[in-house]
């Protein structure tokens, strides 16, 4: 029989993604009823963008946009526009 009680040595586990970053949830949620949809913020080269995320006749639909108010305004008639049912979602 075979144990390890008597190692010296230290067993780390490291899941693969520990080299890589953290997926990270939504930056914000505009809620119009109860339809949500998310917005992320994303930063490269120092610039910040902002992504809509949705989904739009079973496709799922991405928009970038710079401005923060721009991209609060698209969220909430997208939102408005799902909680219609105008939008099927799939």
Do not use: H
Request: overall charge positive; charged content about 30%.
């Amino acid at each position: 029989m075979v144990t390890n009680a008597g190692s010296n040595g230290v067993v780390r586990s490291k899941s693969k993604r520990s080299n890589r970053r953290k997926k990270q949830g939504p930056f914000l949620r505009v809620k119009a009823g109860s339809a949500a949809v998310p917005i992320y913020k994303t930063e490269t080269d120092g610039r910040v963008r902002y992504t809509l995320s949705f989904y739009r006749d079973g496709r799922r639909v991405r928009k970038v946009f710079t401005d923060l108010d721009k991209v609060r305004k698209e969220a909430l008639f997208v939102a408005q526009r799902i909680q219609s049912g105008m939008v099927r979602t799939g």
